[in-house]
């Protein structure tokens, strides 16, 4: 239990620490150079989704058993968050294209590791 806990501390620190530096690093430079909003927020969007990537793949990763149960779980978890930081301004569409990506990068590590064994 205490293991599981740990790995699911893990992933979210691991998209969340990154897309954090990186928005308060495009929030720095757009004081100081003259870049479109629109750019920044498309860059932010890019960056988020290879952190859920990366994240999604660790989380896939660290547990052997029952995946796509851990990856629905970590999916509701960052879907939950994303509502709480984003209340006011929340993008759908993106928020379902992001918790769908974890839940279907879990769902391919399944596949791939259960026709092998």
């Known amino acids: 239990m205490k293991q599981t806990i740990r790995i699911y501390i893990h992933t979210l620190l691991l998209f969340l620490i990154p897309f954090l530096l990186i928005s ?7 004081q100081f150079i003259q870049i479109k909003p629109q750019f920044i927020t498309i860059l932010i ?15 896939s990763s660290a547990f ?10 970590m999916s509701l978890i960052y879907a939950l ?20 990506l974890f839940t279907l990068i879990g769902l391919y590590k399944e596949f791939k590791y259960s026709k092998t064994s």
């Open 45 to 59: 969007q890019i960056i988020s989704y290879i952190t859920i990537i990366i994240s999604a793949l660790y989380h």
């Open 81 to 100: 968050i994303s509502i709480c930081l984003h209340f006011h301004h929340i993008k759908y569409l993106h928020l379902f294209m992001k918790s769908s």
């Open 24 to 30: 308060l690093i495009f929030a720095i430079l757009s």
């Open 64 to 73: 052997t058993s029952h995946r796509i149960l851990h990856c629905l779980i």
